[in-house]
């Protein structure tokens, strides 16, 4: 069974302090994996999505990176609208379903 | 490009009550997705569709109904609501591209509360 673990659950920052959310993955081989921002009251929103180890794609102040068992999502001096939670979720190679974790909700303060 | 359109947002039910929670999609996607999101506890798959005609058990399928007469509709239906239903239900649509399951698109959203 698939298995998506993201850490910490909650993780409160400084605006311009630097830091790192965690997925660790359990999958019958990786077809791709996939970050999504979700706001308050808001449905979930794709970010990235990796397909290999040692990928890695950057948007703005956010960048993924992929190893075979976990992916990080590096945030670079946050600013307040990066507040938000960020979801992780992943493709196995046999299949299309998508299994997503639990999220981690990302609060930055002025 | 509305992407995925549910309504309503917010409702109220009585135990025992039904209804029906509405789901289109404008992008001609042939997956379609019901998912529940309970506080801390991520999404949990209600049940999916491959296409028209076609539907299918997710993770959490118990008290609830779908169909799916064309591609751009997927009604989740409640049948005598219960306190546990209570959640917040996303509908989302995707394509498979090169076998990735592409294009997740989600909707915003219903709010039900089940008193």
């Known amino acids: 069974e698939d298995q998506v673990t993201q850490s910490p659950e909650a993780l409160r920052l400084q605006e311009g302090e630097s830091s790192s959310l965690n997925c660790s993955y359990t999958?019958?081989?990786?077809?791709?994996l996939f970050w999504y921002r979700q706001d308050p009251g808001k449905g979930p929103e794709f970010l990235f999505t990796?397909?290999?180890a040692g990928e890695e794609k950057e948007k703005e102040r956010l960048k993924a990176t992929l190893t075979k068992k976990e992916s990080f999502l590096h945030i670079t001096a946050p600013k307040p609208e990066d507040s938000a939670t960020y979801l992780c979720?992943?493709?196995?190679?046999?299949?299309?379903?998508?299994?997503f974790g639990g999220g981690t909700r990302l609060m930055v303060k002025p | 490009n509305a992407g995925v359109t549910q309504t309503p947002k917010f409702r109220i039910l009585k135990i025992g009550q039904s209804m029906t929670l509405q789901c289109t999609q404008d992008m001609n996607h042939n997956y379609m997705y019901w998912y529940r999101q309970d506080p801390g506890m991520g999404l949990k798959l209600i049940y999916y569709s491959v296409g028209a005609g076609i539907t299918d058990k997710g993770e959490v399928p118990n008290g609830y109904n779908v169909s799916r007469s064309t591609t751009e509709d997927f009604p989740l239906r409640l049948e005598l609501a219960a306190p546990s239903q209570t959640s917040v239900y996303f509908c989302?649509?995707?394509?498979?591209?090169?076998?990735?399951?592409?294009?997740?698109?989600f909707g915003s959203g219903t709010r039900l509360t089940v008193v």
């Open positions: 990796l397909y290999s």
């Open positions: 979720a992943v493709q196995p190679r046999e299949g299309y379903m998508l299994t």
């Open positions: 999958v019958s081989g990786l077809r791709g």
């Open positions: 989302a649509s995707s394509s498979l591209k090169n076998q990735v399951n592409y294009g997740y698109t």
